[in-house]
Structure formats: C-alpha cells, structure tokens
C-alpha cells in the first residue's frame, strides 16, 4: 500500500531507540521459525512485520530456525520456509540455527551453575508440577535444590555424557519459588532427550528448553528487536533474568498479536494433523492457509504483504475475516491477471449462418487495467462454440439477458447472437443451442446499430484447450474451526473441492505458466496447477470475482 499510515506500537519503539542512540541506532531483528511444518499465513504476518521493520530503518534480519526440538523437525520444512520467505520477497542476512549453538548455550549453562544460579533436579516431571504451587501460593523446594556447586557441575556433566535416561533429570534455573510469575518458578533449562537431531544427529543428548535458547540466541546475534506473539509476555521476565545473569548483549523482547482468521486454522500441529488424517492432499492443498498451498492456489506474494500490512499491528487479539484476504488477491489480480475465456460448464452453440469450415482471429485484450491492455491475443471464431449452459434458457424470466428462443446477446469480442432454436436428448438435457449472428455487429467495427443487454464468453469448439478445473471454498463450516472445546475435524467443510473434468478454454492456456494469475472472465482468478501435464492440464480457481459468501451471509 502506498497510503502513508502512522506509525505502529513497534515501530514508535524502533524510533525512540534510534533518537536515543540505543544499540548506535543500528536495527537487528530476526524471523524465528520451528521446522517442524510448513509456514502459514499467520507466519507472514511476522515475516513482513520483522523483514519490514529491518529494510524500514536499513537494518537487517536474521532467518534462524529455532530447531532445539530433536524430534519434530526435518530439513524438508527448513528448505519449505527458506522457499517461502524468499517467494514472499524477503531476504535474509544470515541463516542460522539454534542448533548450531548447542555449545556456547551448555557454556552458559555452566556458568550459571557456578553462579549458583541452576541446578540438577532429579525429581520426576510429575513431582515439579506439584511443586510449583498456584499462582496464589508459593511453591515448594525441590530436595535437590540446595545441591553444591561442584556436584551440579559433575551431574550436568554426566547428563551430557549419557549417563541418564530421558527424563531421569533435568537442570533448573534457581529462581524465585514464590514469583507471581509461574514461568520464574525455577524453570527448565534443559531436558534429556535420546533421540536423532536433524542437524546434530547424535552429538547431543541434552537439549535446551525454548526459554533457555531464544533470549540467548538472540543475544549471539547481537538482534536489537526481538518481537514476537503475545503468548510470550508471561517469558519476558524470564527471558530478561538469563540475559542479566548471564551479562550478555541486552536484546529486548517485544510482543504483538498474532494473526487468527476465520474459516481456517493457525497452528502448525493442527495443520499436520489435517495432513496426516488425509482431509488434505498435503501441506500444500489449495485449502490450506500455508504459504506453499496459497502459492499453489494462485494468490500472489504482492497480495500477501498487502494483507499483512493492512491488518496492522496490534496489540490484542482479534480475529480478521479471512475475506479480507481474499479482497486483496482480487485487487492485485485485477492489475496483473491475463483475462481469457472459459467455458466451465459447456454447452454447444452452432451459428447456422456462418460458412461451414470458415474460422478467424478476433483480437483481445489481456488485460483493460494495464496501460495499452498489457498487449492482445488472437482469439479464434469459428461456427461452432462452447458456451456456459447457464446462459441460456429455455423459458427465460423477464430480467434476463442472456440467451433464450428469440433473444439477442453478444459474445464477447466477436458477434452479436439471436438464438433461433434448440435441440434436446430423450432425457431433456439441451445438447446444442442454434443461433444466427449479424456480420456486421463485428466487436471494433459494429454498425448494426442493435444494442443487446448481456454479453457471454465463449470458446470455439475446434480451437478449445480441454481442462480440469478445481474450484475451492473454505475447509471449515465453521468460523472458528478451533475454538476452545472444539474438535476441528468435526466442522471440515464436505463441499470445499469441486472437480470440474471438461473445461474448455482458448488454445493459448496450453502454454500457461505456473504462478501467472488469468482471469476467466465472468468466472474468477485462475492459476495453472502444480498437476498440470501437456495435454492433461489442471486449473485452480483462485478466488471468485466477488465475495459469494458475503452475499449468501445476507440473504441469511
Ligand atoms: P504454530 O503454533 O503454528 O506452530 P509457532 O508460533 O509455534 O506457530 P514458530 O515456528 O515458533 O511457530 O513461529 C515462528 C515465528 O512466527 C514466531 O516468532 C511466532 O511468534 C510467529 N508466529 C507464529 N504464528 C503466528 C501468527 N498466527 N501470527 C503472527 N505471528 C505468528
Ligand atoms: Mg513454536
């Protein structure tokens, strides 16, 4: 968007700590993903808020992957959101991996247990929960809280070695028992964990826990803003407590909203769920809010940022109407998408006029938004064409304007059309419309003074692509698929594929290319999917011209 707009909570920050000179006005933030599934919508938000903050203020951003979880993550989710933050349009200064701090986090391990600061605990999972209290009542000590020194730094030791089985024990921050703030409560610093890490393989058996890896990480890295989702507010003491103990660089937590949307789901382990179960084809489904399925479904990373940037940043949770999404793809659409013709329900159109074995070229804009028309194809005319079976009837209301026994209409960029007759099957199926043209009603040159109503688009029958076509709609029934005491599979939208196997489309849609947006005018946005063969080619439909459930929302 290009409106000038004032300045969001984060930004105000940025700006007063370059006045005062903090950090020499320099501006470092990073995107901190887990791979452990693939990036939705919910991510771009804090990929353009971090990527956006840094090229605002001539900083920069680091992409690291918070990857201290050894069993839930592989590389192919690293390489899915490296793919993605960059189609997104973003680039990264560094690429870095918590991982690859293992060693300087067990140094800073060490030095807390020499401070006093942390200890081994031996007690059981079950035993440190109920140790903890209640917010209102201070918990109790572990026995193992008071251990020496030097018998931490032999059992830390040990733990790393592999001396102990997973869970047999774990190092705790020695804290404050009776903090208000539960998360001060002696946390976990590190658990053992047997298990293969994507990166470390079997170097490590130790693995830190996300408060004892993100604050430090981003010290390492110098980062200046470290702005995350509100969740996290209650971890900022915490946070903030290893960064003092430790007298390593001050980087400064900050915290906004993350992105919820209706219709849809925002949380990487649900949307693996949706996966494994089969109610999608993959993490890359049209259906799917990731930004590898919204890639796929035909909306553009100019669309995305748009988006992110008009929901803003804000400080409390919301919920933004995923047809808000859906207004920004058609506005850019509408800029850029080629307009062609297709014929997604078809049926014959003979014009008995027009000389057998005749055909011609008309001309066609692609696009009357773009300066010039973005250029022109050659459309080919011929007598027999693929019109859209709901545009006609047999016996038409009086408001419509499309085709009937008697009635004129033009087809777009060619002739103007009076239907004379039909014919049907046994069944009553109408097989083929019959109609007569007016040569001279030629669209560019029309002198047959007739003015008809309705216009119809077309494809000529031996010049037609053939096609499947998928059309999409939301996956949940529901608009908050996820609420508390909901089991999301129980709200899956039945109907959110519809598979459309003969579409007729002109011939120049053979050659389409991934990821350039068409619009199938009068039928929405379409993009050629990642399924599509020479000769068995696979549309998806984007996004319909204009909001159908906005409509459908009124009528009640
Ligand atoms: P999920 O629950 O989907 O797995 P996550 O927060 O665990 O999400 P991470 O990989 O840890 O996923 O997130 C990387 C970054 O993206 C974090 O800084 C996180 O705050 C941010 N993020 C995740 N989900 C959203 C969202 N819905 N809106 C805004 N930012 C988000
Ligand atoms: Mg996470």
Redesign the pocket.
Known sequence: MSEERSLNFIEEIIEEDIRSGKHGGRVHTR???????Y?????????C??FGLAKKYNGLTNLRF?DTNPEKEETEYVDS?KEDVRWLGFEWANELYASDYFEQLYEFALKLIKKGRAYVDDSTAEEIASQKGTPTEPGTPSPYRDRSVEENLRLFAEMREGKYTDGEKVLRARIDLASPNMHMRDPLMYRIRHAEHHRTGNTWCIYPMYDFAHGQSDSIERITHS???L??IPHRALYDWFIEELEIFPSRQYE??????TYTL??????LQLVNEGFVNGWDDPRMPTISALRRRGYTAASIRDFCERIGVAKRENVIDVSLLEFCVREDLNKTAWRRMAVLDPVKLVITNYPEGQHELLEGENNPEEEGGGGSRQIPFSKELWIERDDFMENPTKKYFRLGPGLMVRLKHAYIIKCEDFVKDESGNITEIRCTYVPESKSGSDTSGIHVKGTIHWVSVPHAAKAEVRLYDRLFLSEEPAAEGRDFREHINPESLQVLPDVYMEADLARAEQGRGYQFIRKGYFTLDKDSKPGALVFNRTVTLKDTWAKAAKKG
């Open positions: 995107f901190p993903p887990e791979p452990n599934g990036l939705h919508i919910g991510h771009a938000k804090s990929i808020l971090n918070d959101i702005v995350c989702t969740e996290f906004f909203a993350r992105l919820n949307m925002m949380s990487k382990r649900r949307l």
